[in-house]
């Protein structure tokens, strides 16, 4: 039997355009998954490339930092949007744009600062704040009603959303060193945060101002000092060991983690640190020398990003008291004191 065949006037148009359609509303019900995925895939994929492909690293760095520049503009672009459409286009699809941004951003710094947290420090607590962070915008539960809901909340959440960013994006992409990427942090977070400290200060009294004054600057000075908690993103100790030599070609010796007084008076002792950075990354690095939880020595050096296995330095220390027995620590710091590996030594009488 012959299949009728319906006539062109009868059939149904956009079939494409409705199959397009029913893939957009797949991915819209499924971007709370798909939106961190494809962050942090390609937060480790930029991750990988820094040494092989800088080029390519540097470009979806930079659109993270475009993406943060759509966050920083939203307010802005909300009453754009509201004035043009005559209210006919809802609010909510700004905040979906945002949220999602805030994801991507988050997942996208997720391996870098794991990869520069130091483990026996208060770095993890950092780590931990930003997973909670990336966590929190795939839930609109939290995202939408407790942390948007509230004006200081959603403005305190982008400021540190702002700080996670300029952590990973100034080296990764403009090859400042951490130091100067931490302090770029802080004063984007601050700039994200001055609509909110304006607006609670309106809200006070000014017999109240000079009280709330001196409270910011107290938070803001506990901020700095804390700031050695922060993972040095961008550097990632590759390896930290003490040695009794270094070779020319910057070969260590055998890790030594026990020495006698005498053996360390006659023959010194080098800590050695293989450090990988972003190709274009200078930094400055300082070994620090403590001997039973005092600092005795420091001794700064200077490294370059591009290698893979990571920059081989050392710094050699031949100097040490008439009473050298104790417990010895070398930790490798930033010039800010961001911790990126340290190794331990006993040495005995």
């Known amino acids: 039997m012959k299949t009728p065949t319906i006539p062109s006037h009868q059939r149904k148009p956009w079939r494409r355009r409705d199959g397009l359609g029913r893939a957009a509303r797949w991915v819209l019900r499924r971007r709370h998954v798909l939106m961190p995925t494809a962050s942090f895939l390609a937060g480790c994929a930029s991750y990988l490339l820094v040494e092989r492909s800088a080029a390519l ?27 043009f459409s005559n209210g006919r286009v809802s609010p909510a699809l700004l905040r979906m744009v945002t949220q999602s941004l805030h994801q991507e951003t988050l997942f996208f710094a997720l391996p870098f600062v794991w990869a520069a947290t ?37 403005l305190a959440f982008q400021a540190f959303c702002a700080f ?6 100034v080296p990764l992409a403009l090859h400042w060193d951490t130091q100067q990427a931490l302090r770029m942090a802080a004063g984007l977070m601050l700039l994200g945060l001055l609509p909110a400290l304006v607006q ?24 700095w000092l804390l700031r050695t908690g ?13 040695t009794e030599a270094v070779s020319a070609s910057l070969v260590p010796g055998p890790a030594v983690q026990r020495i006698t007084a005498d053996q360390l008076r006659a023959a010194g002792m080098h800590a050695f640190a293989s450090v990988r950075a972003p190709l274009g990354l200078r930094q400055t690095l300082v070994f620090e020398w403590h001997r039973n939880g005092q600092l005795v020595d420091r001794i700064p050096t200077t490294i370059e990003g591009g290698r893979e296995a990571g920059f081989r330095t050392y710094s050699r220390k031949q100097r040490f008291p008439a009473d050298a027995v104790g417990h010895w620590r070398v930790e490798l710091r930033t010039a800010d004191g961001q911790l990126v590996a340290r190794a331990d030594l006993m040495v005995t009488a």
Do not use: K, N
Not at 57 to 83: D, K, N, Y
């Open 57 to 83: 690293a540097q470009g979806v760095a930079l659109m993270v930092l475009a993406s943060w520049c759509w966050i920083l503009a939203e307010p802005f672009l909300a009453g754009l949007l509201h004035r």
């Open 118 to 154: 130091h483990w026996s420090s208060g770095q993890p607590v950092f780590l931990t704040l930003v997973i909670l962070a990336a966590l929190a915008t795939t839930i609109d539960r939290i995202y939408l009603d407790r942390i948007c809901s509230v004006p200081w909340r959603a």
């Open 164 to 169: 996670v960013a300029a952590l990973v994006v």
């Open 200 to 223: 609670a200060l309106r809200h006070l009294p000014p017999r109240r101002w000079t009280m709330a004054t001196l409270v910011l600057a107290a938070l803001l000075g506990l901020g």
């Open 230 to 242: 922060i993972p040095p993103v961008g550097i990632q100790s590759q390896q930290m060991r003490l």
